[in-house]
């Protein structure tokens, strides 16, 4: 294939495309990617991983420092998961979830159901982040109207969340460059400040202006939706729980139901395996989101799979006599059998190892070998919950992300900056020596990017 030469791009000359790269580019459209930018920066052809490696068609190695958009988390060909998906797949891999059902997603529902103590005990299945963000938004919806409310159809969103990309999702997201050319395609949502550790005063600020937001459309609003603790599309953004708690209050207060969608910071990622549960205390009766979305790290980053966990009377409001107060939504793919046997092995693993004990050890690991960057002075706003670190990139220089990837590449580093937000997100492997290595590989990288 031969891209036409490109006008815009041409600072950079192309960078020789393996004869994968040159296919792929000429048959495959890539997710969120410019294809003339392609052309010039090819796509690196991948042959297969191995724990937190993947490994180039040219045996090239690379730390996967995001985990493969953050869904990996116990790296790479995992030998209990590939198991538990190779005896499913023997077995039954897939069937309709309507009218029938199977093991592997009741023993999931069930587990999910456990782990919030019973008070999310209803899960709905389907396949990627985005569409778990719209069945809550319509559950929502639909729950309200079931119970005689069918005004409350408006939702309120967070400045810089992101929940997906379909047009319900990309409705609640405010994330610029993905949401600018369908504006005229979405629903109005309501926008409210965000809580922001790098600027102070913003937790007090966010939280009067929700309540400011659920005054101002009280008996209109269906739900509020938040990435708890960490709005990572945003460029790792982080609160804290107390910031959450006040979320619940206000919309117990307003009678709004709260969605939490953890598709990222869920599956120990931040600490606790639902980041909802640092909003707990001791000695308090733990209260929940109304629902929770989960994806990306629950199988383990082997196969597609989303789901929204809903409470009691969520559940209780779609109960009825009449098929058209059912949750009728569906996709083919609902509870697929190989990939909920894949998130049962990840579930059993979090029960056998304690993970979420095991990941504080290792973020231990992490702040110790990146903290000194903290004092470098081309590092700002130095930040970690759990297993994500980031820090923003002082000054401004030109197509950063892109040339901090590629340089990052020389040093056997995957690794995709958010603007000029730089963090790693790692699978659960990391040790005192891997963590040095991507202490090295950071400033080495560092070094040739930025110039002080
Ligand atoms: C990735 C992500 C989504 C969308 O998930 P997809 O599987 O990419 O559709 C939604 N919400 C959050 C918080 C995410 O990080």
């Given at each position: 294939?031969?891209?036409?030469?490109?006008?815009?791009?041409?600072?950079?000359?192309?960078?020789?495309?393996?004869?994968?790269?040159?296919?792929?580019?000429?048959?495959?459209?890539?997710?969120?990617?410019?294809?003339?930018?392609?052309?010039?920066?090819?796509?690196?052809?991948?042959?297969?991983?191995?724990?937190?490696?993947?490994?180039?068609?040219?045996?090239?190695?690379?730390?996967?420092?995001?985990?493969?958009?953050?869904?990996?988390?116990?790296?790479?060909?995992?030998?209990?998961?590939?198991?538990?998906?190779?005896?499913?797949?023997?077995?039954?891999?897939?069937?309709?979830?309507?009218?029938?059902?199977?093991?592997?997603?009741?023993?999931?529902?069930?587990?999910?159901?456990?782990?919030?103590?019973?008070?999310?005990?209803?899960?709905?299945?389907?396949?990627?982040?985005?569409?778990?963000?719209?069945?809550?938004?319509?559950?929502?919806?639909?729950?309200?109207?079931?119970?005689?409310?069918?005004?409350?159809?408006?939702f309120i969103c967070l400045r810089n969340g992101y929940h997906g990309e379909t047009i319900g999702a990309l409705a609640v997201t405010d994330v610029a460059i993905f949401r600018d050319a369908y504006e005229p395609l979405l629903m109005q949502a309501h926008w409210v400040t965000s809580p922001d550790s790098r600027q102070a005063g913003s937790e007090v600020r966010a939280l009067a202006d929700l309540r400011q937001t659920l005054n101002h459309r009280q008996g209109h609003v269906a739900a509020v939706i938040l990435e708890p603790l960490v709005q990572c599309a945003a460029g790792m953004v982080m609160h804290s729980p107390d910031y959450l708690r006040g979320v619940r209050a206000l919309c117990d207060e307003f009678e709004?139901?709260?969605?939490?969608?953890?598709?990222?910071?869920?599956?120990?990622?931040?600490?606790?395996?639902?980041?909802?549960?640092?909003?707990?205390?001791?000695?308090?009766?733990?209260?929940?989101?109304?629902?929770?979305?989960?994806?990306?790290?629950?199988?383990?980053?082997?196969?597609?799979?989303?789901?929204?966990?809903?409470?009691?009377?969520?559940?209780?409001?779609?109960?009825?006599?009449?098929?058209?107060?059912?949750?009728?939504?569906?996709?083919?793919?609902?509870?697929?059998?190989?990939?909920?046997?894949?998130?049962?092995?990840?579930?059993d693993r979090f029960a056998q190892a304690d993970v979420v004990a095991q990941n504080q050890v290792q973020a231990q690991h992490l702040a110790n070998a990146l903290g000194p960057l903290v004092q470098d002075a081309r590092v700002q706003h130095w930040r970690q919950r759990g297993m994500v670190v980031a820090f923003d990139v002082t000054g401004q220089h030109e197509r950063f992300a892109e040339r901090f990837h590629l340089a990052a590449r020389q040093h056997e580093l995957l690794i995709r900056p958010i603007g000029q937000t730089v963090y790693v997100m790692p699978p659960y492997l990391i040790d005192a020596d891997i963590a040095q290595f991507l202490f090295e590989g950071l400033t080495a990288t560092l070094n040739e990017v930025v110039h002080d």
């Open positions: 294939m031969s891209a036409p030469p490109s006008q815009t791009f041409n600072h950079l000359s192309p960078l020789p495309a393996h004869p994968l790269a040159a296919r792929s580019l000429a048959a495959v459209w890539h997710p969120c990617t410019q294809m003339a930018r392609a052309a010039v920066v090819p796509p690196l052809p991948m042959a297969r991983g191995e724990g937190p490696w993947l490994f180039d068609v040219e045996g090239r190695r690379y730390f996967d420092a995001n985990s493969s958009w953050w869904v990996n988390l116990f790296g790479h060909s995992d030998p209990g998961i590939h198991q538990a998906i190779k005896d499913q797949l023997d077995r039954l891999p897939h069937v309709m979830l309507a009218g029938c059902t199977h093991e592997p997603a009741v023993t999931l529902a069930e587990k999910l159901s456990v782990l919030t103590q019973g008070a999310l005990g209803h899960t709905f299945f389907a396949s990627d982040g985005a569409s778990a963000v719209e069945i809550a938004l319509k559950m929502s919806f639909h729950s309200w109207k079931n119970r005689g409310q069918p005004q409350k159809k408006e709004v139901h709260l969605i939490a969608d953890e598709i990222a910071v869920g599956c120990g990622r931040t600490g606790t395996f639902f980041a909802w549960e640092q909003t707990h205390q001791a000695g308090e009766n733990k209260r929940w989101p109304d629902f929770i979305t989960l994806s990306k790290g629950i199988s383990g980053g082997t196969l597609p799979l989303s789901l929204v966990l809903s409470t009691e009377t969520v559940f209780q409001s779609f109960w009825s006599d009449e098929v058209a107060r059912g949750f009728l939504h569906s996709h083919s793919y609902t509870g697929n059998p190989l990939a909920c046997a894949a998130a049962n092995a990840v579930l």
